[in-house]
């Protein structure tokens, strides 16, 4: 990554963050509403109260829709779980993966370090390399991205097995808390059930790094190719288009399966590509973001509606 920490972390400020205030607007809050909040009681449902923070339990039990009051705390907890292995510093183009891995990090840490929340990071390489724990400040940022510039040797010979780093959070992240997995997912099976179990305790979203020649090969001729993290070389003939189309093709089913197991694990997904605008991709993560509160307000209304229609209903049913 061009640039001391410090260097790269001030761009992103003057650049795209400046950017993004004046995009979003008040939309950073909305971004991270409904995290942080402790439970203080129960009453009942008012006018104007909001319906997602209905209890459906109590109101079941007492026939009476009754909400939930929270207090809100100071400060909110999130996790960047960072897959930073052999795959992810492959780049087609001008950045590579880990680049743009590390300027993702940079930005919505600082804009969660900005409103007086914690980050922490949890970073794997061939395995767990460091623990951060949370803390707020622009010097936390900092000291996460020199930690994921500053890293031991990867060893060759070893492939990605994102179980182990999935299992390291599900044992770190015991509050709720917001949890962002940065990977390209190329990993060994596995990881799936440990993102479900983290994605019950806390809301998860999963940040799946990509580049375009990963998805496409172009014809080049004769290449030698090496696996990033094996070290295992290969000849491949992309004059052959059979073989391009069979290598869009193997990538393809690997995508669906990726994108299959977000879907069964229950988390949102963010595509950031190392050819993105990464403004664009913040705007895309607020607009995902938007529409899953939406979802959320539609789901708890259409349930709030049903149950006062079954309330009115009864009393004719019994005469």
Known sequence: MPGSPEQVLRRLEWTVLRRLDGLLHGDYRSLFRGEGMDLADLREYQYADDVRHIDWNVTARLQVP?????????????????????????????????????????????????????????????EVEAVIPPRGGRSQVLHVMSRMGRRPALRSG????????????????????????????ISAPGWDKPLAQLAQRSEVIAIRLIDPLERALP???????????????????TWDAGFRARFAAAAERSEEAVFDAFGRAGVDALELSTADDLTATVLRFAEMRKRRFQRSAATAAGARSRLASDRAVQPEQTR
Not at 92 to 112: D, H, P, Q, Y
Not at 163 to 178: D, F, H
């Open 66 to 126: 009754h909400v939930r009051e929270y207090h809100e705390d100071r400060e909110l907890a999130a996790w960047f779980v960072l897959d930073l292995s052999g795959s992810v510093n492959f780049g087609s183009g001008a950045a590579k993966k880990l680049e743009i891995a590390t300027e993702f990090t940079a930005l919505m840490a600082r804009v969660l370090t900005r409103r007086g929340n914690r980050v922490g990071a949890i970073l794997y390489g061939n």
């Open 158 to 185: 070893k492939g990605t097995d994102l179980r182990m780093l999935m299992n390291t959070a599900l044992q770190l992240v015991r509050r709720r808390a917001l949890v962002f997995v940065v990977s390209d997912f």
């Open 219 to 237: 014809d080049l001729g004769l290449v030698l190719m090496q696996d990033a993290e094996t070290g295992e070389q290969l000849f491949v003939d």
